[in-house]
């Protein structure tokens, strides 16, 4: 019974060590994928990393270890070099002195065992606490950038071990008989336990990423129609830094348990990670699943009780369906995360998989790969298409659209790149080449349009950010440009992915005299008292709406309000597609001071525009008026 006693002692330790680095692995990836890869640029760590990038860190650090959850974190690069420490050790290691583990999580692998913390900087002191150590590599969606070490303290899993042995030796000393019966018992009742935990979500008991794809699986394997639903809480990073982690804990349980309850039999509802739930909606038809979805939406957004305190979540639905979507795990839950993020930028709150909006293809990841080097090696280029007065044909303005030349692939249209860099942090540094491109031009222009006006596109993400008003005016202020010939033409839906920023961001420009339009005007879902508040000096009427204005009686009425409105607001108002006279004259009729397109000109290079102006003939626009 001795010997027994002491081989299953020495198994439940070497259990409960297996599970801790189990455990372990899977917090840190967690971690590493949900907390460290979103502060990343996706550029490789050797080089010196931005100060932003370190204070992210820095705080994301302080925050963990405070609570407990982590002893130490650091950041190295590829070669192994420590590029960021919590407190400060780890730096100035030779290439001698680089471990082994850190060089394989180098090569993509994960490393993990256990240890104790050396307490001096150096890595050399005396031993302190036990602790998980584990190494494993970082990466942003393309290649591995670098690799995380973090230390996640070992006294729970002892805690563990010593009441599992105390347990142990209790029932050893009921005598052989009896031990063997109830450790047959209890061996049968745990791993009961532990294969439902292998399967479920450790704060909302539902199925986890695990169960729910091999109920993904099952179901296509039988044939039946499934929609995969990916289903996220917007703005939940809000409650969390706003009102605590124990806040939107008790948030995602009562989430998960009403999306448990309003499912159907034969339906799955699953954790996926952070503030995604996964669904597996089965023998669902197509018409069915926004029904089933908006009641599903219902549900989520009435009002959460937290304690004494109400909360409101907002959630987006995104799904695919197979087999039309996808006939495997992997595809559809992509897909579907892709049709979630295009509802949640839509606003529309659920939207299915369309393969238009699908800008995450390989082809169009590496071409976004190779943009970083275009930026810096100067292979893109502007080109500037013309805008005139309606009323004299005057020559006003002209908008600078971006171009690349690939050395390989020769000219790359911009809906090839630029979708996706849109959703990458390329669009930041893409924009301030445009932006520095342009102004420069205007300089070269000075003499030949001394009161051009020139016109750039601006994204979501550069509104975002709050420094972008800054960033604006320095680059006139480099290029001696007055603010009054610089217009930024922002769609409706960048106004929406953050109106409170995009607002500050937008007057502060615009105090200094810099233009501001609403570029595709009427696709949008911009309210008339939010646009009424906004420093506004231009609406440019989408083209979907000016292309058919001759054969189309309800775009006509549309844009006749649209200018209407414009006016009112005190606004000038342009119409892009413009393409045949009957246009021009039919929105020369509706009041429209400004027209872009075709009729007029294509974009061209900016040495063709001297060219043009010389050949340009206004009576295009204002016939025989």
């Known amino acids: 019974m001795l010997v027994l006693g002491l081989v299953l002692s020495y198994a439940l330790r070497a259990e409960a060590r297996s599970r801790g680095l189990v455990e372990g692995r899977a917090q840190a990836s967690l971690i590493a994928r949900t907390a460290v890869e979103p502060l990343l640029d996706g550029r490789p760590l050797d080089r010196t990393m931005s100060a932003g990038e370190l204070e992210s860190l820095r705080r994301l650090a302080d925050r963990a270890i405070g609570s407990g959850d982590v002893v130490r974190m650091r950041v190295r690069d590829l070669a192994g070099r420590v590029v960021f420490s919590d407190d400060g050790s780890g730096f100035g290691a030779t290439a001698d002195a680089i471990d082994d583990e850190v060089l394989d999580a180098a090569g993509g692998e994960t490393v993990a065992h256990l240890t104790h913390l050396n307490t001096d900087t150096n890595d050399e002191g005396p031993a302190g606490e036990k602790v998980v150590e584990i190494y494993l590599p970082l990466s942003t969606g393309g290649p591995d950038v670098g690799v995380l070490e973090i230390y996640l303290p070992y006294a729970p899993i002892a805690r563990e071990v010593s009441s599992g042995l105390h347990t142990l030796y209790t029932v050893l000393g009921v005598g052989l008989a009896a031990l063997w019966a109830i450790l047959v018992l209890v ?174 293809d390989v082809g169009k990841l590496a071409l976004v790969g190779e943009l970083r080097r275009a930026i810096e090696s100067n292979e893109l280029e502007l080109h500037y298409q013309p805008k005139a007065e309606l009323r004299t044909g005057r020559l006003c303005a002209v908008e600078a659209l971006v171009r690349w030349r690939h050395p390989r692939r020769g000219m790359v249209p911009p809906d090839a790149f630029l979708p996706a860099a849109e959703q990458t942090g390329l669009i930041e540094p893409l924009t301030h080449w445009v932006l520095a491109a342009a102004l420069a031009q205007i300089t070269v222009w000075a003499e030949a349009f001394d009161d051009l006006t020139m016109a750039v596109n601006v994204s979501a993400r550069n509104l975002a950010r709050p420094d972008f008003a800054d960033a604006v005016l320095a680059a006139l202020s480099d290029a001696g440009i007055a603010p009054d010939r610089l217009t930024l033409e922002i769609t409706e839906t960048a106004l929406l992915t953050d109106p409170e920023v995009a607002a500050d961001v937008l007057a502060r420009v615009s105090a200094t005299g810099v233009r501001v339009s ?107 008026r």
């Open 187 to 360: 061996s049968a009742s745990t791993m009961r336990r532990m294969a439902w935990l292998s399967d479920r979500d450790p704060l909302t008991g539902l199925p986890n990423r695990t169960l729910f794809q091999r109920r993904v699986a099952s179901a296509i394997e039988h044939g039946r129609p499934v929609a995969v639903v990916v289903a996220d809480v917007d703005r939940f990073k809000e409650v969390n830094d706003t009102l605590g982690h124990h806040v939107g804990d008790a948030l995602l349980r009562e989430l998960g348990a009403r999306l448990a309850g309003a499912v159907r039999n034969g339906d799955t509802v699953a954790r996926l990670g952070g503030d995604e739930f996964g669904l597996v909606l089965a023998r669902a038809a197509d018409s069915e699943v926004p029904e089933l979805l908006g009641r599903l939406r219902d549900a989520l957004e009435a009002e959460v009780m937290i304690g004494a305190l109400p909360i409101s979540a907002e959630t987006s639905f995104g799904y695919a369906i197979a087999p039309a979507d996808g006939d495997d795990v992997d595809t559809l839950l992509r897909r579907a995360d892709v049709a979630m993020y295009q509802a949640k930028g839509s606003r529309s709150g659920i939207a299915r998989y369309d393969a238009r909006h699908d800008n995450f």
């Open 518 to 624: 609403i570029d595709d005007f009427g696709q949008g879902q911009t309210s008339l008292g939010y646009l009424s508040r906004l420093p506004l000096h231009e609406l440019k009427i989408d083209r979907s709406f000016v292309t058919d204005l001759a054969d189309n009686l309800a775009h006509a009425a549309i844009v006749r309000s649209v200018v209407d409105l414009g006016h009112n607001l005190g606004l000038q108002v342009v119409a892009e597609g413009v393409e045949t006279r009957e246009t021009v004259a039919l929105l020369t009729a509706t009041g429209c001071d400004i027209a872009q397109g075709y009729l007029l000109a294509r974009p061209m290079p900016a040495d063709d525009l001297a060219d043009w102006v010389a050949t340009h003939r206004t009576d295009v626009l204002i016939g025989d």
